[in-house]
C-alpha cells in the first residue's frame, strides 16, 4: 500500500445521475448517461468558495433566513459544477454556474440536488 494513491483528485469526477424512485441511472433516448462532472470538497475551489460563503454570512446585518442559507449552499455546490449532461423538454441542458444554481434551488429537484451532496461528502469518489 502506498498512501501517495489514496490522495484525493483535484480534478472534476462524473456523477451518473440517477433515477429518484428506482436508483436506475437516467439516459436520454440514446442511452447516453445524465452526468453531472463535480470537484470534491477537499479541492482548493471548494474550501475557497465555502470560506467566501461563510465570511459573507458573518458580514450580513441580520441572521440569514433557512431560504438564503439554502440559496447559499446550492451556489456553492454550482461553484464545484464543472459540468453537465442532462436533457430537458428534449434539448440538452445550457450548463453555466448560474443555471445549475438555479438548478439545485429548484424544490422540483432536491433530489438531484441531495444526489450531488451526497456525492461530493463521500471521498471514496475522488480517490
Known amino acids: 500500500m ?12 462524473e456523477m451518473e445521475l440517477l433515477h429518484p424512485q428506482t436508483n436506475e441511472v437516467l439516459k436520454d433516448k440514446d442511452g ?34 433557512a431560504r438564503e442559507q439554502e440559496s447559499n449552499a446550492c451556489k456553492l455546490l454550482a461553484s464545484v459544477t464543472t459540468g453537465c ?13 448560474d443555471a445549475m444554481a438555479d438548478l439545485y434551488l429548484n424544490p422540483q429537484y432536491t ?9 461530493i461528502r463521500d471521498r471514496s469518489n475522488f480517490i
Open 2 to 13: 502506498d498512501l501517495a494513491n489514496l490522495g484525493t483528485k483535484q480534478d472534476s469526477v
Open 32 to 65: 447516453k448517461s445524465f452526468t453531472i462532472s463535480l470537484l470534491s470538497s477537499d479541492t482548493n475551489k471548494y474550501k475557497s468558495e465555502f470560506n467566501s460563503v461563510v465570511k459573507a454570512a458573518r458580514q450580513t446585518k441580520h441572521e440569514l433566513t
Open 85 to 97: 449532461y442532462l436533457v430537458f423538454n428534449s434539448k440538452p441542458f445550457a450548463f453555466s454556474a
Open 111 to 119: 433530489w438531484l440536488r441531495e444526489q450531488v451532496e451526497s456525492f
